[in-house]
Structures are given as C-alpha cells and as structure tokens.
C-alpha cells in the first residue's frame, strides 16, 4: 500500500512558477514509476509527465514539455514537478499517482493516487 501526499499548489500569475512536490509512505517507493494528471473540473483526468522508478526516464505530453520538469528524490521518498512559464490554462487540480513498473501515461494503470492540490494560473 502507498499513500501519497501533494502539496506546493496555489495561486500563480502566467508566466510564474511553481513547485509541486508529492510524499510517498513505504519502504518501497523505488518500486514504483510515478506520474503528475491534472483535471479540470467536468473534464478527464489529463496526464502531464512521468518518470521511472529509479529516476531514468521521463516524459512529457506535448502541453507541457519545455515548461516542466519531474524529479525525484528516492532518499525522500518524493516525486516534484516544477512547473515553470505558467499559463492560464495550466489551471487544473494536480494528482500524483504510482504504480509498480514501467512508465504510463494512462490514469487506469496507475494504482495510487495522492488527494490532488489546485493549481491556478491568473491571466
């Protein structure tokens, strides 16, 4: 069982930054590949990046790629998303997620998620 814990959300103007960070409970969280969604209310859940267990491998839907970056800390047992050059429509509740294996991009294979933390980007 993993628990996992965002936080770093919060209010932003566009082109600003910010630092999402997850927490992972567990003695096992280097089994695990981890994943940032996000979700804006009465749409689907939309995937943003993931990186690999060990920390290797990345990527990035194409919304974000050169404005993101996925890190993490396996000593911390957390994952981050930096976030950088902001845009409004960036605003969405970001979840992390993880699940044992390989990189996903689909929210069906991934077997925990954190509680979300909204992020919202003013024009």
């Known amino acids: 069982q993993v628990q996992l814990v965002e936080s770093g959300g919060g209010l932003v103007q566009a082109g600003g930054s910010l630092r999402l960070s997850c927490a992972a409970s567990g003695r096992t969280f280097t089994s695990y590949a981890m994943g940032w969604f996000r979700q804006i209310t009465g749409k689907e859940r939309e995937f943003v990046s993931t990186?690999?267990?060990?920390?290797?491998?990345?990527y990035y839907a194409d919304s974000v790629k050169g404005r993101f970056t996925i890190s993490r800390d396996n000593a911390k047992n957390t994952v981050y998303l930096q976030m950088n050059s902001l845009k409004p429509e960036d605003t969405a509740v970001y979840y992390c997620?993880?699940?044992?294996?390989?990189?996903?991009?689909?929210?069906?294979?991934?077997?925990?998620w954190g509680q979300g933390t909204q992020v919202t980007v003013s024009s």
């Open positions: 997620a993880a699940r044992r294996g390989g990189l996903a991009t689909r929210d069906r294979e991934y077997d925990y």
């Open positions: 990186i690999s267990a060990r920390g290797g491998t990345t």
